[in-house]
């Protein structure tokens, strides 16, 4: 079984207003405040195209490789839904913006973009029960109608759920890093839809289904996952899949059918006589291409090249724009590249992806982080310490002296102190010194971890490993037996 | 008889001392009042505007699908019977701006669908010369308000002929400047790439007056451009040397009254120096149904925000599927829903190729044909209408209905700037002369239509004072 995936992206563009009329681009206001005769499909209302709509579509376009189209055009999407106050959705249908982009996932797959349209978004809907068909009664708030959306459509590139939400990751940090996107999938930022098919070992295809509602990247994974295993059942029990709209319920973990194909509307898709032909001249596409800040694909190619990272490090670290920021601070402050990287790919990222919360760099300030590294640099504290103080830093955000002392971490490294202690260990493990005269070296290892155990972690192991071996060797017996 | 005086005249004896502009107002009120119970060409009254400005004291009424703060705006719609305007249209701004005052807003076929004002919801209206017959449409309202002298002048919509027919039937002037002069912002959409606003007048220098004071690009409609216009400065010249083009395709149906007062005019455009030359378009033929198509579909969609759910009629039922159908059944009338059902047919998807698309290609060739006649030519001139106003009932059948709108459609499709100014009667009906000229050249029509009037002379109003029926 093989199987085919295409995404449909919807992306909410962060401009200061809406795309056809001068209210605030705010949808998280007081409920109908943000609203006006335009996007409330007065009569005789008038759509107005927002120039910053266009000039964030073609960042957003550029940003992943798309052609530019100088003329472009918008068209009514028609259907009924009490979300939709015209009646009808501006959009472009017959020629979009921009088309022929991709993005590259890590295996090295190109995954293509077919097109990206500007569109305008719906107002949001609050039914009077959980369940949509047992509602009496719904509510409508239109804050959020008319906001400019950006659609991002992929060609059936993808064949691994896990490329799907790779590709997702990589969409929402470039969307983020040019500047036209928060990247907030949860609050309905970013939306996407999967489009799944699966084809059997003869070759046979199943039908195409779309599912709709995923609002994460993880849930973009485990969507498609479901999808594909609810598929090939059908087509293992010889039945037909058909074509059809289901949604994802991230509570039940599963998808649900919503709609058959055929039960889908007809949208009389026609050009929209309101709005004149849309046309951008190549200068001002090619001030737009100049003015892009670099784009995670170049950034983790410089680290590696002038800051020598390696490669899987340094896509971690341009990837999220945060990130890529923190990162670079670090080696402003004085943190070298290589410390840098390694801190913050092993430690620092960590702590985040445990609790799966968001980077944010006001957790782990950047003075506390270089504190830590030079503590443990200097062999003032163990690498064990060094975690323990990070995921203390991460929970309570106090300044890693305080908690060094508070805890009592810095590292024990005079060797009076810790000869008895290794005397003891060894006296206490007859056999393995045995091992040891018989010419097992590497046992060495355990006496150190022993005393770290001991010492609750704050011996310096390199200098354990240094005094074990001596008294072993009967370099050290004399002056204390 | 202030009733007989033109927008010019009244302008000229305000600032003059001789009139005072309250009472003015209140001449044009009160005679409206009287006159209303019979001819029926308002849908409410109001009494809007008074700013200073060169209209001071002059009223108007507006066609009842321009928004106008403060009043209702019901489209001669039953689903929009109690909508409350939440702004002012642009153009209607403009005027107030100058001064003017709207008194009243007039009877229309519902969402300007129709020819005669028999598809308003609400009641028909009469035309002034024979109470039996309708005054055109849908701007039938203002037509038969500024014939009686109700007001000076009034604003319609023309969208495939709905201010130069009305405005042949009633006898007056009405005009509809090039699209994209005058913003549409505040008029309810029927079909968006032809709705155009324009003045119904006594006279074709109140048409050129009223046409300087609305044009102009407006930062809420796109669709407006910022050519810069002027009607009034060249309307006195004379047209001497220019050709007019006469198609034989407006010619050859009319019956031998209204073709023995169009060779009248023709005369007249001959003393006055200029030529009329016989030519054949064909490509008209295909102009009515181009425009069924295509008018049809937008309306579609336009119309779609008539759902009961925001504002207007709701007629609430159990599931949103049953509310939509039933408000929409409830809330609109025949004609409506027949071009609904009309353009959601052509604009699925199955017959999108076969029919719009295909109208609009049409419509392309059929403007570029008429781009290469003016190439030629300076206006292309003809009926306004093939027929006198016609009796309430007349025309049952929709396809004759639609007929109606053969020789006034073509300036829609291509964008065109078009005037109808009355030529004559016909059994002692006005009837209309059209003069329809290339994108921007308004000055142009204007002038040739002000020419004309001049050889012409002036036309009678029709008797409505005395005891009404005539």
């Known amino acids: 079984m093989k199987s085919v995936i295409g995404l449909e992206i919807h992306a909410q563009l962060s401009t200061k207003t809406k795309a056809f009329c001068s209210c605030k681009n705010e949808v998280n206001a007081e409920p109908n405040t943000n609203i006006c005769p335009v996007c409330t499909g007065q009569p005789g209302a008038l759509p107005v195209l927002n120039d910053q709509v266009v000039e964030y579509a073609i960042r957003g376009a550029l940003a992943l490789k798309c052609d530019i189209h100088e003329i472009s055009s918008f068209d009514r999407k028609n259907y009924f839904y009490p979300d939709l106050p015209k009646g009808y959705q501006i959009t472009q249908y017959f020629h979009p913006i921009a088309t022929n982009g991709h993005i590259v996932l890590s295996n090295g797959k190109r995954v293509r973009i077919r097109r990206i349209h500007i569109e305008e978004d719906a107002g949001k809907m609050f039914h009077s029960s959980e369940n949509i068909t047992k509602s009496t009664s719904s509510l409508v708030d239109l804050n959020r109608c008319g906001i400019p959306l950006i659609e991002i459509v992929t060609e059936p590139d993808m064949e691994k759920p896990e490329e799907a939400r790779e590709f997702i990751e990589k969409l929402r940090n470039i969307l983020k890093t040019v500047e036209i996107n928060t990247g907030n999938m949860e609050e309905g930022a970013l939306r996407c839809d999967a489009n799944v098919s699966v084809v059997d070992e003869n070759g046979h295809s199943s039908s195409r289904v779309e599912v709709k509602n995923i609002n994460s990247p993880r849930f973009v994974q485990r969507a498609i996952e479901y999808e594909i295993s609810r598929i090939s059942k059908v087509m293992k029990s010889g039945k037909t899949v058909p074509m059809e709209t289901r949604g994802w319920d991230s509570v039940s973990k599963s998808t649900v059918s919503m709609r058959s194909k055929e039960a889908e509307n007809d949208y009389r898709y026609f050009p929209e006589p309101d709005l004149p032909i849309l046309s951008v001249s190549k200068e001002r596409i090619e001030r737009i291409k100049k003015s892009l800040p670099e784009l995670p694909d170049e950034k983790a190619k410089r680290y590696e090249r002038e800051l020598n990272i390696k490669n899987e490090n340094a896509q971690l670290l341009a990837k999220d724009k945060e990130i890529s920021k923190y990162f670079e601070n670090a080696i402003k402050i004085g943190i070298s590249p290589k410390d840098a990287s390694n801190w913050i790919v092993n430690e620092v990222m960590a702590l985040f992806n445990a609790d799966s919360s968001e980077f944010d760099s006001k957790k782990i300030p950047l003075t506390h982080l270089k504190k830590i590294v030079e503590y443990t640099n200097s062999s003032k504290i163990s690498r064990l310490a060094a975690k323990e103080i990070m995921a203390e830093v991460y929970k309570s955000g106090k300044d890693p002296d305080t908690i060094v002392k508070e805890k009592n971490l810095l590292q024990v490294s005079d060797e009076s102190s810790l000869v008895p202690i290794v005397k003891e260990v060894i006296s206490e493990n007859a056999k393995v010194v045995e091992q040891y005269r018989k010419g097992k070296t590497t046992v060495i290892g355990f006496f150190v971890g022993a005393v770290m155990k001991k010492t609750k972690g704050k011996a310096d192991p390199k200098l354990v490993g240094k005094l074990a071996k001596e008294i072993l060797d009967g370099e050290k017996s004399d002056q204390t037996d | 008889m202030l009733f007989k005086k033109s927008v010019e005249e009244l302008i000229n004896d305000i600032s003059n001392g001789k009139l005072d502009e309250n009472s003015v107002i209140s001449y044009f009120k009160e005679r409206s009042a009287n006159l209303n119970s019979k001819l029926q060409a308002y849908i409410s009254t109001c009494e809007i505007g008074k700013n200073d400005g060169p209209l001071r004291g002059i009223p108007f009424a507006i066609k009842d699908n321009m928004q106008l703060y403060g009043t209702k705006t019901t489209c001669g719609s039953k689903i929009l019977e109690n909508y409350g305007s939440t702004f002012t249209a642009t153009a209607v701004k403009k005027l107030l701006d100058n001064g003017g005052t709207v008194i009243g807003k007039t009877n229309l076929d ?88 324009g003045p119904l007048t006594k006279n074709v220098r109140d048409a050129a ?44 149906s009319l019956n031998s009254n209204v073709k023995r007062v169009l060779e009248e005019a023709i005369e007249k455009f001959k003393k006055l120096g200029a030529r009329v030359e016989e030519i054949s378009l064909p490509i008209l033929k295909y102009a009515v149904a181009v425009y069924y ?33 039933q408000t929409r059944d409830e809330g609109f009338g025949r004609e409506v829903k027949r071009r609904i059902m009309l353009g959601t047919f052509t604009l699925s998807a199955t017959y999108y190729d076969a029919y719009f698309d295909k109208a609009q290609r049409m419509r392309a060739k059929i403007t570029d044909e008429m781009s290469k006649t003016f190439q030629k030519y300076d206006a292309i001139i003809g009926p306004t209408t093939s027929t006198v106003a016609f009796k309430f009932g007349g025309l049952s059948s929709p396809l004759d209905y639609y007929l109606q709108d053969t020789y006034t459609i073509p300036a829609n499709l291509a964008g065109s700037p078009a005037i109808s100014l009355p030529m004559g009667f016909v059994e002692e009906l006005p ?30 109003m029709p008797n409505v004072d005395d005891g009404g029926e005539m």
């Open chain 2, 110 to 197: 519902e969402f300007a669908m129709g020819a005669s004002t028999e598809y308003s919801a609400f009641f028909p209206t009469r035309n002034p010369w024979d109470l039996e017959r309708v005054p055109g449409g849908s701007s039938g309202g203002s037509a038969a308000a500024v014939a009686a002298g109700m007001v000076p002048f009034a604003l319609g919509s023309d969208t495939g002929g709905s201010i130069r027919q009305p405005a042949s039937f009633c006898g007056i002037v009405g005009y509809k400047p090039t699209y994209g002069l005058v913003s549409r912002y505040g008029l309810s959409a029927f079909a968006s790439s032809m709705d155009q606003i």
């Open chain 2, 209 to 252: 007056l009223i046409g300087n004071m609305i044009f102009g690009e407006d930062p809420k409609d796109s669709t407006t451009c910022s050519k810069r216009i002027d009607a009034m400065s060249t309307l006195e010249n004379s047209i001497e040397g220019m050709k007019f083009a006469l198609p034989s395709e407006f010619t050859d």
């Open chain 2, 293 to 325: 198509i295509i008018a049809p579909a937008e309306a579609s969609s336009n119309l779609s925000r008539y759902d009961g759910i925001r504002y207007g009629l709701r007629i609430e039922k159990d599931s949103i599927d049953e509310t939509y159908n």
């Open chain 2, 431 to 460: 009837i209309g002369l059209q003069i329809v000229g290339k994108r921007f050249d308004d000055p142009k029509i204007l002038q040739i239509a002000r020419a004309y009037e001049k050889i012409r002379g002036e036309f009678p």
